[in-house]
């Protein structure tokens, strides 16, 4: 019994291994994904339809994080700040819109190695959309948790559609 164990140890943790996502596995899917791609595995800029995405990772740390410039801080009003933080807790899912450096961001982070390939092209997707729909919907997904998230009305709400899979 000792070695039927032991066997299924060594067997799981080879395929966990095996499957941890690694700066390898992302360039292929930033390559993929993007129109066009510079930097180097690590650190890459890369834009989707004209959007500027950056993908920044820390293999020794087990973190990665791809963010997208939205406007400057100074041009956020206090009604901006109110929308993006309501955002962030219902229509924003696995994205957040986050101000560092004085601008403000669309991001999502994420532990590298527990990625997968499709969990990385629907990340890239939630913060392209995060930051196309800031300033109307401000959504990643078409999904969102129930909740007032503006007064905004219904129609004007649905002005910029988000970027779907595939």
């Given at each position: 019994?000792?070695?039927?164990?032991?066997?299924?140890?060594?067997?799981?943790?080879?395929?966990?291994?095996?499957?941890?996502?690694?700066?390898?596995?992302?360039?292929?899917?930033?390559?993929?994904?993007?129109?066009?791609?510079?930097?180097?595995?690590?650190?890459?800029?890369?834009?989707?339809?004209?959007?500027?995405?950056?993908?920044?990772?820390?293999?020794?740390?087990?973190?990665?994080?791809?963010?997208?410039?939205?406007?400057?801080?100074?041009?956020?009003?206090e009604e901006?700040?109110?929308?993006?933080?309501?955002?962030?807790?219902?229509?924003?899912?696995?994205?957040?819109?986050?101000?560092?450096?004085?601008?403000?961001?669309?991001?999502?982070?994420h532990p590298?190695?527990?990625?997968?390939?499709?969990?990385?092209e629907d990340?890239?997707?939630?913060?392209?959309?995060?930051?196309?729909?800031?300033?109307?919907?401000?959504?990643?997904?078409?999904?969102?948790?129930?909740?007032?998230?503006?007064?905004?009305?219904?129609?004007?709400?649905?002005?910029?559609?988000?970027?779907?899979?595939?």
């Amino acid at each position: 019994m000792k070695k039927i164990i032991l066997i299924c140890a060594i067997l799981f943790s080879t395929i966990a291994t095996s499957q941890k996502t690694n700066n390898e596995t992302l360039d292929k899917v930033i390559h993929r994904v993007a129109d066009t791609v510079t930097g180097q595995k690590g650190a890459w800029q890369f834009q989707v339809k004209e959007r500027l995405l950056i993908c920044l990772t820390d293999e020794n740390n087990n973190r990665m994080r791809i963010i997208s410039p939205i406007t400057e801080a100074f041009n956020l009003t206090e009604e901006d700040l109110m929308k993006s933080l309501l955002a962030n807790f219902h229509t924003a899912l696995d994205v957040k819109y986050a101000i560092s450096d004085e601008v403000l961001w669309s991001i999502f982070t994420h532990p590298l190695a527990e990625l997968t390939e499709g969990q990385m092209e629907d990340a890239i997707i939630q913060v392209y959309n995060a930051a196309e729909t800031y300033g109307t919907i401000y959504s990643s997904t078409n999904l969102s948790f129930p909740g007032v998230l503006n007064n905004t009305p219904a129609e004007e709400q649905k002005e910029k559609p988000v970027l779907q899979k595939g």
